[in-house]
Each structure stands twice: as structure tokens, then as C-alpha cells.
């Protein structure tokens, strides 16, 4: 009898321990399945950490993002924009890189870039950037690739097939001189953002559908300052350079100016736009108004609405040459003609030391800027 307790015993035991190798068994097979799933939803967002990245990445509170539009059966570059978003101005400002953009790469660079490839030639093309380097760090190389010629720290990159991009972005410009930025479609789903946490939820919805060297996390840093953004001062503007052979080269002085205006920029709000005051010196300014649009009546408009606002209007006339899309504002100093800019939809200012009629400021009107 006490030979079967014994043995009764050590049987109770032994299932005992199958049940608990079996309960942990169990709960490894689990722990595995529920690790796969939650990987395949947040592989995409964390994408990033896969790779040892060639740029350092910079999410500070000026955010210099370049995303690229690819082909998804090619992989070939179809859009380049530069978005330049200030976190303290609440500016929004896209600059479009022409995709066919050349770029001689300097030795330094070469010898760098030869180590990653063989592939990438000195004389490299934006367009095919896929093809010189493979995976996701191909786009940081095309960074690199950039800003030979641009001469801009570039943050980060964001890319997205053709589909997508032209999902959340419009041509503003033409279609042989495309000028990109944000569509209706996604300005809405913007402005529906009331609250920081809003903003994350569009950021996580849209993150399955884009590339980027940043985790989720890293981009949402960004989610209460673009609730703030006032969509009306959006700007969009195109690189400076010459197209030959169907080539695009870089003028890097102009697009240097050009994106150093852009960080230097006072804040693009309603409040720049209406009385004239005595930062911008209206009064001791004249300001010429020439037509460059070809509609008929538009600088005289234009005089009446700035004089009603204490603007020193001096005189109007019509633009010699070809018609104009964008407003572009001359003035001998740019600060002069900053309160300016609300008038008009993606108008910029350049320097100039000769103007019609002697004036000291002359806006030069775009056809965007048509008045209803």
C-alpha cells in the first residue's frame, strides 16, 4: 500500500510538471504570435532603426524635411519638394526640386558615396537615386547627392509612391514648370485637427503609406505646431536653375537666398496683412505697382486696396515681357516690404536696387493673384 501511495504521488507530481511545461509552452507560442503582430503594424513606423543611416538625422524646431514621389514599379524619383516648416513662426513654405535636377558631386563626396556603390556616377541624377544605392538609405544618399548644389541642411526625408503623392499634393505651377504644395484633400484633414492629439492620429493613419528615416514618434514632435499653421500663408515656390537637354542645373546662390528668406521670415499671419505701420515704413517708402498678370485693371485694384491701407502707392503700370504666375515684390531692402506678403498667395521678395519710376519698392503682379 504504501509502495502505490508513493507511487500514486510521484504520478501527480510528474503530471503536475507537464501541466506547467505544457501552461508555459503555451504561453511562449502566444508571446511569439502576439510579438509577429505587433510588428506587422509597427514595422512601417520603426522602419527607420533597420538601417545604419549616412545623414544625421535633425528634427529640431526648424524642420527641413525632402520628400520624394517614386515610381512603384520603377523606383525612379518622380517629385522632389523641400518642406521647411518653423515650429516658433508656425511657417509652411515647399520648395520644388525638379526631379531631372544634375548634379556634379565633388570629390570629397564621390569618394564617400563610391564606398556605399560603384554605381553612382560624379555626374549623378536626382531621378535615379534608386538605382545607384538600394533600400531605404538611398534617399538619405540623395540627400547627400543635394546638397552639393543646394547648400541647405536637409533634416530628414519622407518618401511615397506616385499615388499617394499626388493624393496629398497639387501642382500650383504649370506642367512643364511643376510647383508643389499640400492638396485640398489633406489641407482639410489638417484643419479638422483641432487638438495636438488629433494631429497624431492623422500622422499614425497617414504613416503606413510613406518611408522615413524618422520613427512616428519623432515626426508626431511635431503635431501641436501644425495645428497652429494658418493654411491661407502656406507658400509654395519653385528652385531657381536652367533646364538643357532636358537637364535641370541649380542656381545654388539664388535657392541659398531663397531658403535663408524663407527661415528668416517673420510669421505669416492675418496680422501682417492691413494697416500699413511704422516697421514697414509705408509712408516714407513709394511703392510702384507693375501688371505682370495681362488682366486688365489689376494694378489699379491693387492701388486702391494698399492706399486704403495706408500704403505710399506712387504709380502703376504693365510689365514688359512674358505674363507672370507668381507676384514677385522688389525692394531696395527686403525688410521694407515684408508687411506686404499678406496680400498676396505665394508671392516673394528679392532684392533690387533700380525700379520703375524710381520707386523704392515695386510689386510686380502674378496671375495667382487675380482679384475675385
Given amino acids: 500500500m504504501k ?10 507530481n510528474f503530471m503536475k510538471s507537464i501541466g506547467i511545461m ?32 549616412v545623414i544625421t538625422v535633425n528634427t529640431g524646431n526648424e524642420s527641413s524635411n525632402l520628400i520624394y514621389s517614386y515610381d512603384e514599379k520603377t ?29 556634379s558631386i565633388s570629390s570629397e563626396t564621390y569618394e564617400q558615396l563610391m564606398e556605399a556603390s560603384h554605381k553612382v556616377p560624379q555626374l549623378a541624377k536626382m531621378s535615379d537615386i534608386n538605382e545607384y544605392f538600394s533600400g531605404d538609405v538611398a534617399y538619405e544618399y540623395g540627400i547627400l547627392i543635394l546638397k552639393e548644389d543646394l547648400k541647405a541642411d536637409i533634416g530628414y526625408f519622407t518618401a511615397m509612391n506616385s499615388d499617394v503623392f499626388e493624393k496629398n499634393f497639387q501642382n500650383v505651377g504649370s506642367k512643364k514648370k511643376p510647383k508643389y504644395k499640400p492638396s485640398e484633400e489633406l489641407l482639410k484633414k489638417m484643419a479638422d485637427c483641432s487638438t495636438e492629439k ?28 501644425l ?41 505669416y499671419t492675418t496680422a501682417q496683412k492691413g494697416k500699413a505701420s511704422e516697421d514697414t515704413a509705408a509712408v516714407a517708402h513709394t511703392i510702384q505697382i507693375t501688371n505682370g498678370s495681362g488682366i486688365t485693371g489689376l494694378a489699379a485694384a491693387y492701388q486702391d486696396k494698399l492706399k486704403q491701407d495706408g500704403w505710399n502707392v506712387q ?58
Fill in 22 to 53: 505544457a501552461l508555459f509552452f503555451a504561453v511562449g507560442v502566444l508571446s511569439f504570435f502576439l510579438t509577429k503582430l505587433y510588428y506587422r503594424y509597427t514595422v512601417k513606423a520603426e522602419r527607420s532603426t533597420a538601417y545604419e543611416h
Fill in 227 to 267: 495645428t497652429q499653421v494658418n493654411h491661407e500663408f502656406i507658400r509654395a515656390y519653385r528652385a531657381y536653375g536652367s533646364s538643357k537637354n532636358k537637364e535641370f542645373t541649380l542656381n545654388a546662390v539664388k535657392n541659398k537666398n531663397l531658403i535663408n528668406d524663407v527661415w528668416e521670415s517673420e510669421a
Fill in 198 to 225: 488629433d494631429m497624431k492620429k492623422l500622422m499614425s493613419n497617414m504613416w503606413e503609406d510613406v518611408i522615413s528615416d524618422l520613427t512616428l514618434s519623432q515626426k508626431q514632435h511635431y503635431a501641436k505646431a
Fill in 315 to 372: 504709380g502703376v503700370g504693365n510689365y514688359v515681357g512674358g505674363i507672370q504666375t507668381s507676384t514677385v515684390i522688389y525692394a531696395q531692402k527686403k525688410r521694407w516690404a515684408k508687411g506686404l506678403l499678406g496680400y498676396f498667395k505665394n508671392a516673394r521678395i528679392e532684392k533690387a536696387t533700380k525700379l520703375t519710376n524710381g520707386a523704392e519698392i515695386e510689386i510686380v503682379l502674378g496671375t495667382e493673384d487675380k482679384l475675385s
Fill in 75 to 103: 523606383k525612379k524619383v518622380k517629385a522632389i519638394v523641400l518642406e521647411m516648416f518653423d515650429e516658433t513662426t508656425k511657417n509652411l513654405v515647399y520648395l520644388t526640386i525638379p526631379a531631372n535636377t544634375q548634379i
Fill in 3 to 12: 509502495k502505490q501511495k508513493i507511487a500514486k504521488i510521484i504520478a501527480i
